[in-house]
Nanobody, 121 residues
Framework: QVQLVESGGGLVQAGGSLRLSCAVS????????MGWYRQAPGKQRELVAA???????NYADSVKGRFTISRDNAKSTVYQQMNSLKPEDTGVYYC???????????????WGKGTLVTVSA
């Protein structure tokens, strides 16, 4: 079984910081892209940040300069440092990992259950 466990969410005041982590466990052949998505009630889920196996990254315009995504391949873990948080950053943050579980298998997307981030004004 492949499992994704997210942690680091919570309640912070505007201008504060949080660091999210997502650890992948189970049978893993290879991990390709890893990323974070977020969704607020009544709003569409959006990509926040992504990082590829080679280390290249991309960010939503709304978080550029404030959020930083990184990964530790040895630990099969992806992180997201979030600084200068704003109320509009509030939402459930989901970890997504594109991986293959065995040689010859298609690479598939695996999702975590989400961690809630709430930023007060």
């Amino acid at each position: 079984q492949v499992q994704l466990v997210e942690s680091g969410g919570g309640l912070v005041q505007a201008g504060g910081s949080l660091r999210l982590s997502c650890a992948v466990s189970g049978s893993i052949f290879s991990i390709n892209a890893m990323g974070w998505y977020r969704q607020a009630p009544g709003k569409q889920r959006e990509l926040v940040a992504a990082i590829r196996s080679g280390g290249s990254t991309n960010y939503a315009d709304s978080v550029k300069g404030r959020f930083t995504i990184s990964r530790d391949n040895a630990k099969s873990t992806v992180y997201q440092q979030m600084n200068s948080l704003k109320p509009e950053d509030t939402g459930v943050y989901y970890c997504k990992v594109d991986m293959s579980v065995a040689v010859g298998y298609y690479a598939l997307d695996y999702w975590g259950k989400g961690t809630l981030v709430t930023v007060s004004a």
